[in-house]
């Protein structure tokens, strides 16, 4: 019969033994585990133990127990909430609950179970509120009870089922029930088993038909190919394209100042009086730079005021803003054409020269009146004195070039030390018939010469007859 303190020591012996084998068979519920213990690496429960204690040849005694929740202590068994009931067995081993009730038989006891009533061994609390899913009336927290949820675990206020089968979109994994899942479908809302497709989305949800990557409903210009979504205007400005304030891409009116795109000169800038000062196209309004345009055709010879003294003639013949020649002011052989002389000076005296450069073969035209001077302009053409106006008649169809000469007679009133003298040359294309001698030399024929001649003279004999009669 073995003594009192021998029957102590073997029967903890055995209890430890009973330990080690429960800590292998059901090892503790880590879940919750407080950090740093050794629960949360493995060994909750089946601590090693070395010395101490009796044997099996007797003795007793505390036992020595490694790996302890408290390092190496001498105790009987791990106990992490020291309410008496080993780790490796105890429903709560991290809140004391000596009385190991479980209400609803999940293993989990009531001390620390988020639904104490219902069995939920996973203690799954999606929302982190503190109350399991298995009892919490809306475990999603999206303002939809579970019972009338179609998914009590996904957030979906809005509860979405696009193929109407009781499972919200954003938890069913076939959404359009076409099954193609969602994570591969490349209309993912929309039936469409064939996955037929033009670019990254299915032809069947496809709504982005300028293929700028914006979606009909959200593109301000669904029509027109502008990625960036650029608009001048404030929102509560301007035209409308579906829903969405037009972009200026497909704005017809960018500016909102009722002048057409097209037609405006400051399409950006609201500028209906459409004022143009020196009339290069572009509006004072959104205009930085004034340099004058006499026209079109000869736009970098614009006149700037603030520049070193510069003169111009229009290259002739004269276009229109749309580019179509002015007839009337189209150079023909023996037609004067009046040589105009503009400056990017005002009303100040200069002396001016016209001479040719170049004419087409045969020709022997020259400037009439070349030389003189002027100091009146309006604003930037300078106007002949009297009978001095330069002119030029063309005796050959073809290219000319002339090229005019003036000199301030007076220091520059914008800077004294700039440059008194400039020049320009002028191109002037010429039509119709050649002249010879200042008649025509084309249309006649044999005798052309003598029947005008003869003509001539019938005319001065009717002139005598009418001027000896009236006497």
Request: glycine fraction near 10%; hydrophobic fraction near 30%; proline fraction near 8%.
């Amino acid at each position: 019969m073995l003594s009192g303190r021998a029957s102590y020591s073997n029967v903890f012996l055995v209890a430890c033994a009973a330990v080690v084998v429960l800590g292998h068979l059901a090892p503790a519920d880590a879940q919750n585990a407080p950090p740093n213990n050794e629960c949360s690496t493995g060994w909750c429960g089946t601590p090693r133990m070395s010395g101490g204690g009796g044997g099996g040849g007797g003795g007793g005694g505390s036992i020595l127990v490694n790996n302890t929740d408290d390092g190496k202590t001498y105790q009987h068994t791990d106990d992490w909430d020291a309410d008496g009931v080993p780790d490796q067995i105890d429903n709560c081993p991290y809140t004391k609950n000596r009385d190991q009730a479980d209400r609803d038989g999940d293993a989990r006891g009531d001390a620390c179970d988020n639904c104490p009533s219902v069995a939920n061994a996973d203690q799954s609390d999606v929302n982190g509120n503190g109350a399991g899913d298995a009892c919490d009336p809306d475990a999603d927290s999206d303002g939809v009870v579970n019972g009338r949820d179609n998914c009590p675990l996904v957030p979906n206020p809005s509860q979405l089922d696009t193929d109407g089968d009781r499972m919200g979109d954003v938890c069913d994994p076939d959404a359009d029930n076409d099954g193609v899942p969602n994570s591969t479908d490349n209309c993912p809302l929309v039936f469409n088993p064939d996955q037929k497709a033009d670019g990254i989305l299915g032809r069947a949800c496809d709504n982005d038909d300028d293929r700028d990557g914006i979606q009909n409903a959200k593109d301000n210009c669904p029509a027109v190919y502008n990625p960036d979504q650029k608009r001048t205007l404030p929102p509560n400005r301007g035209e409308r394209c579906g829903d969405l304030p037009c972009g200026d891409a497909c704005s017809r009116d960018i500016d909102d100042d009722k002048v057409l795109n097209p037609v405006d000169n400051c399409p950006l800038v609201a500028n209906p009086e459409q004022a143009d000062a020196d009339k290069d196209g572009l509006g004072d309004a959104c205009d930085r730079h004034f340099c004058f345009v006499v026209q079109r055709q000869d736009r970098d010879a614009c006149l700037d005021p603030d520049n070193t003294f510069q003169v111009y003639s229009p290259t002739l013949p004269m276009l229109d803003p749309q580019g179509r020649v002015v007839e009337e002011d189209e150079p023909v052989t023996g037609r004067p054409v009046r040589l105009r002389l503009f400056a990017n000076r005002q009303n100040v005296a200069i002396r001016y020269s016209w001479s040719v450069v170049s004419r087409p073969p045969g020709s022997r035209a020259v400037v009439t009146n070349p030389q003189g001077a002027t100091s009146y302009s309006t604003p930037w053409e300078y106007h002949y004195l009297g009978d001095r106006v330069a002119t030029f008649t063309p005796d050959m169809p073809g290219r000319y070039v002339l090229k005019v000469s003036a000199e301030q007679m007076f220091s520059d009133p914008v800077n004294p030390n700039w440059p008194r003298n400039a020049e320009y040359q002028v191109n002037i294309h010429v039509v119709g018939e050649p002249m010879a001698a200042g008649c025509s030399a084309g249309g006649g024929g044999p005798g052309a010469g003598r029947a005008e001649a003869l003509g001539l003279l019938v005319l001065a004999g009717l002139l005598l007859r009418r001027r000896s009669t009236s006497a």
